[in-house]
């Protein structure tokens, strides 16, 4: 039964396409690489050998250890290591050894075994996935037993992203949302002084700002038809349409707001030829987050992503003048501005860890102290703590300004927690493509989808 859960929970956090991952998303600073291989069995070995030590640790009154895995390496990794420093140095009860682990079948394994760590970083995709299995402990309760109340220092949000039902199973560390890009010179080129507050704005300026060659490619793109992720996700959210209800459970492909965005979609692929714009977009995605980002090249007037995109930019296109402002609303929605995917990377505490207390004091410690700002900085991440939506040293990043800002709107949008999320993704992904590639019009591919939606759970 054991193995038949393990490779259940395997086949759904392994399908799921999220902005965190494995704690990068479409990257922080960049996409994480991965771990050497063995480094999780090191770790598993490391624990199992430890575990009796522990005990007698404690009972001499030497510190007691905390094994903490998180899905960071190379600079970030360095920056988890200075705040599981500051945190041994901050008392003298715990010892926490860290441990970079990007293996999610490792992880899996080790929750479900008796060689897990205390406590572990993963995405909040991964902790609800745990909490379904009956892996990770409810944090609710250990707040609960402690007087530690997460209303006040975490935004709903990031405290929702994390729960099952009422129930908290992850401490939220970092959030990632995205929010629109834009190039100020294109913009001024064209006439305008401002970014758009409506799509319908978006559109118009898209169009005045496309340019193509005399055999009709695509040279220069107005609309943001690129990250597919953001293409596919925060074009819809923008007009208020939703793949679920807000009970988290009721599928609503045939949404009408979300064929109003995917008719807007359309509008411009045939305008330009659907081809010409499939083309342009595939080079795109090739070249994106290197040196020949279309972006960066100054080939794209709107682009839809997260704050890591500034580091980029300031790496491999210092020259391009840009800014950045919430995601449009629609004229029939502008309350909508800011609308983009909610994620966070947390902090879950195994069942079966051996020191519980220490991870608990660690957790806290790590998602909501100085050290949890330094941390946030260094790996250009943002807060999920409301005290820090207004840190100085923090609306003081790159663009930060503007993503808090959006964060502060609550307007996040999160995956519906179903047992069957990663067929569902898959089934979306599917008909988008049957729509954007003109085999279906958006009626008919979001009908059908509804109809293959009914079977999933």
């Given at each position: 039964?054991?193995?038949?859960?393990?490779?259940?929970?395997?086949?759904?956090?392994?399908?799921?396409?999220?902005?965190?991952?494995?704690?990068?998303?479409?990257?922080?600073?960049?996409?994480?690489?991965?771990?050497?291989?063995?480094?999780?069995?090191?770790?598993?070995?490391?624990?199992?050998?430890?575990?009796?030590?522990?005990?007698?640790?404690?009972?001499?009154?030497?510190?007691?250890?905390?094994?903490?895995?998180?899905?960071?390496?190379?600079?970030?990794?360095?920056?988890?290591?200075?705040?599981?420093?500051?945190?041994?140095?901050?008392?003298?009860?715990?010892?926490?050894?860290?441990?970079?682990?990007?293996?999610?079948?490792?992880?899996?394994?080790?929750?479900?075994?008796?060689?897990?760590?205390?406590?572990?970083?993963?995405?909040?995709?991964?902790?609800?996935?745990?909490?379904?299995?009956?892996?990770?402990?409810?944090?609710?309760?250990?707040?609960?037993?402690?007087?530690?109340?997460?209303?006040?220092?975490?935004?709903?949000?990031?405290?929702?992203?994390?729960?099952?039902?009422?129930?908290?199973?992850?401490?939220p560390f970092a959030s990632q949302i995205i929010q629109m890009f834009y190039n100020k010179d294109i913009l001024e080129e064209i006439g305008y002084s401002e970014p758009p507050k409506t799509m319908e704005e978006l559109y118009e300026m898209a169009e005045k700002a496309t340019e193509v060659d005399a055999d009709g490619n695509i040279t220069r793109l107005g609309y943001p038809l690129f990250p597919l992720a953001s293409a596919r996700q925060e074009l819809i959210y923008a007009f208020g349409g939703r793949w679920w209800s807000e009970d988290g459970q009721t599928l609503t492909p045939d949404d009408p707001l979300i064929l109003d965005s995917l008719?807007?979609?359309?509008?411009?692929?045939?305008?330009?030829?659907?081809?010409?714009?499939?083309?342009?977009?595939?080079?795109?995605?090739?070249?994106?987050?290197?040196?020949?980002?279309?972006?960066?090249?100054?080939?794209?007037?709107?682009?839809?992503?997260?704050?890591?995109?500034?580091?980029m930019a300031a790496d491999w296109g210092p020259d391009v003048n840009y800014g950045v402002a919430l995601m449009p609303g629609t004229e029939a929605n502008p309350d909508l501005l800011g609308s983009s995917r909610y994620e966070t990377n947390s902090l879950g505490i195994p069942v079966v860890a051996n020191n519980k207390a220490g991870a608990w004091e660690f957790a806290k410690f790590f998602t909501n102290s100085e050290a949890t700002k330094e941390t946030l900085m260094a790996i250009g991440n943002l807060p999920t703590t409301l005290e820090l939506y207004e840190d100085p040293d923090i609306l003081g990043m790159p663009n930060f300004e503007v993503f808090v800002e959006a964060l502060k709107t609550e307007n996040g949008v999160q995956y519906p927690k179903i047992a069957d999320l990663a067929k569902y993704t898959s089934l979306i992904e599917e008909y988008l493509d049957y729509v954007y590639n003109g085999i279906k019009t958006p009626e008919e591919a979001m009908s059908e989808l509804a109809e293959q939606a009914k079977i999933l759970q």
């Open positions: 039964m054991k193995r038949k859960l393990v490779a259940g929970l395997l086949a759904v956090v392994l399908t799921l396409g999220t902005l965190t991952g494995c704690g990068s998303s479409e990257g922080t600073k960049g996409e994480t690489a991965p771990a050497a291989e063995g480094s999780a069995d090191a770790a598993e070995a490391e624990t199992a050998d430890t575990a009796e030590a522990e005990n007698a640790e404690s009972a001499s009154g030497e510190r007691e250890k905390v094994v903490f895995w998180y899905s960071h390496t190379n600079e970030e990794g360095k920056a988890f290591e200075e705040t599981i420093k500051a945190f041994n140095e901050s008392q003298d009860k715990y010892e926490v050894e860290g441990l970079s682990v990007m293996d999610k079948q490792k992880i899996i394994v080790a929750l479900a075994g008796s060689e897990a760590p205390d406590v572990v970083e993963v995405s909040n995709q991964d902790i609800i996935a745990y909490a379904n299995s009956g892996l990770v402990e409810s944090i609710s309760d250990m707040a609960e037993a402690d007087g530690y109340d997460l209303g006040s220092i975490y935004a709903a949000q990031a405290l929702n992203s994390n729960a099952v039902g009422d129930v908290v199973y992850g401490v008719n807007m979609n359309m509008k411009f692929r045939e305008k330009y030829g659907v081809e010409k714009v499939q083309a342009f977009v595939a080079s795109a995605n090739t070249n994106r987050y290197t040196e020949n980002d279309m972006f960066f090249a100054g080939k794209q007037l709107f682009r839809f992503d997260g704050p890591w995109l500034a580091t």
